[in-house]
């Protein structure tokens, strides 16, 4: 199949040039000579292939940067900020601002590696904490995993919601990647819950009748077992005495020395408890803090948004560049008249003559400079290259050759 054949039917017109008169007074004669140069797809009659870059306005996206920092030296010329911008769309843009031949992190980046590094420190003492109860390391340990068992699981669990989630941090910090430090984020609250979650049980068991609690925890929930490993570890027997709800061992017995179990078991409890609910309510700012950090910052980990690939809806396509085309020809009309507009934009083809979509732009392109049929055909023969479309909206070409063997430079 022979490409070079290809028409300018192919693509219903929609790049060739506008010829005058620009603007149509009829609905559907293309743009009114009243439309809205900020917002072109709304006068169009076909806004669902209209890409959003229709109303991109050039005045409002200068390649350089004129706003200067506060504490920046006024002299020396303004440079464009690095990685950010329309420039983060540029092939091999830089992700992260560069100075003095080196990369540096900006300050969110920072802000989110230092609370990063608050949550990783105190997760992983707690998790130190937590195992060498478990272990037993502590003194009196093994009340803690008798009496408080339940505060004991869930600030185990919450110290190692709290390092995973700043392993995910560290991942999405160091690599530069905003999906992990989403799940960060989100993680951060996880973890916010499970850490409120032991200081309020703790809190609520202390201040709320503990002593009603140790009482119904004694007789009912520790079972004999229960109150053997606290007689050993606390030294006592029984509960108000060797008499009453005592296990037998061979320190506490009917004629032991030994006092009731109730007051140091009870006096044991109020310190620990207090310990624990403090613990926990004082990271509670240190949490709000990092997940204010990470929904603040994440998003801005590098100057550049998102992965630099151009939104969908904001692509070109042939749709947008005849509106384009044909909103130009109406501004010029407009403002110089048709006939200068038919001048200015002939003179634009021909410095552009080299993005032609068909073999009949190019024709009618040689004739206008050439003058003679002759040329025509040694210019389509020799010094065009045209290439099929790849896709509807996605048609490839190059510019006239140059040098052909049959080319002519008035062509170019």
Known sequence: MNHNNTSSSDYDGLLNPPKAPFASSSPGGGFPRSISHDNLSIASGTTGDLSLSVNYLPSKFGSLNQRRRKGWKNDGPRVPKNGGGLDAFKVNEARMPQGKQRLRWNRFKWILFFSNALLSIYAVAALIVCLLTWFDVWDHADVIRVGNRPELIISTIASCIGIITSIIGWAGILLNNRSFLAWYTFLNWITFAFLVTPGYITYRKRTFNLEGKINAQWSRALGAEGRLRVQNQLECCGYFSPFVEATVSQTCYARTVLEGCKGVYLDYERFILKRWFAASFILVPVQI????????????????????????????????????????????ADQYGADIADDILRKTRDRNSGNVPSNDSVASFTMGSMGTPGGMGMGIGTGVETHSPMAPFHARYTSVGKGGPGSDSGML
């Open 289 to 332: 803090a990092v997940i204010v950090a990470g929904l603040l910052c994440s998003d801005h980990i590098t100057y550049r948004f998102g992965k630099g690939m151009m939104p969908e809806r904001y692509r070109l396509n042939l749709t947008t560049m005849a509106a384009i085309m044909e909103n130009y020809a109406n501004q010029l």
